[in-house]
T-cell receptor
Framework: NAGVTQTPKFQVLKTGQSMTLQCAQD?????MSWYRQDPGMGLRLIHY???????DQGEVPNGYNVSRSTTEDFPLRLLSAAPSQTSVYFC??????????????FGPGTRLLVL | GDSVTQMEGPVTLSEEAFLTINCTYT??????LFWYVQYPGEGLQLLLK?????DKGSNKGFEATYRKETTSFHLEKGSVQVSDSAVYFC????????????FGRGTSLIVHP
């Protein structure tokens, strides 16, 4: 198993540009999520999904869109990048049980710089 | 709302020293508690977890006990190694069915030879 993979590893954008951060998992996990990690802030949940066709907002969803057309993939879209979106982005996945998630597996991260 | 408070770092130790990283939480009911570790340039990995009061999670020489009375989940290791240098995150997942965890801000550990 490759686990959770993310592409690209590093990206530089100009303000106003759009891009998609890719995330894929091969563990057949129902739950997938996106976090951003900023210095001194820990991890903050952006969006999450409990299965194909189902998504919901986390703590900091503004400026980001997601979709879940397959179990394996959960892309994160920035429609109009802003400098405040400069961060490291992590995708995670887990099985679900009893209406909640089990242990999360994290991808290696995408470092995004918005100029 | 829920919150997790960790001791601020960096924590700097010599090899073979005893490690404690404090974590306290605020949540209703009985959340599940986790410690994750992040090595430089990598994503987070689960280190250990506990799902009910008085449970002890352990892995790779690290231990943490779920203390409901003090709302704490302190991470300990008896003898740290240079390879333990990383950032450690305490986290909780609310009880009653939730998909939104709360993470602490992380504590950096630096172990010198």
């Amino acid at each position: 198993n490759a686990g959770v993979t993310q592409t690209p590893k590093f990206q530089v954008l100009k303000t106003g540009q759009s891009m998609t951060l890719q995330c894929a998992q091969d563990m057949n996990h129902e739950y997938m999520s996106w976090y951003r990690q900023d210095p001194g802030m820990g991890l903050r949940l952006i969006h999450y999904s409990v299965g194909a066709g189902i998504t919901d907002q986390g703590e900091v969803p503004n400026g980001y869109n997601v979709s879940r057309s397959t179990t394996e993939d959960f892309p994160l879209r920035l429609l109009s990048a802003a400098p405040s979106q400069t961060s490291v982005y992590f995708c995670a996945s887990s099985k679900t049980s009893g209406g909640t998630q089990e242990t999360q597996y994290f991808g290696p991260g995408t470092r995004l710089l918005v100029l | 709302g829920d919150s997790v408070t960790q001791m601020e770092g960096p924590v700097t130790l010599s090899e073979e020293a005893f490690l404690t990283i404090n974590c306290t939480y605020t949540a209703t009911g009985y959340p599940s508690l986790f410690w994750y570790v992040q090595y430089p340039g990598e994503g987070l990995q689960l280190l250990l977890k506990a799902t009910k009061a008085d449970d002890k999670g352990s892995n790779k020489g690290f231990e943490a006990t779920y203390r409901k009375e003090t709302t704490s989940f302190h991470l300990e290791k008896g003898s740290v190694q240079v390879s333990d240098s990383a950032v450690y995150f305490c986290a909780l997942l609310p009880s009653g069915g939730s998909y939104i965890p709360t993470f602490g801000r992380g504590t950096s550990l630096i172990v010198h030879p």
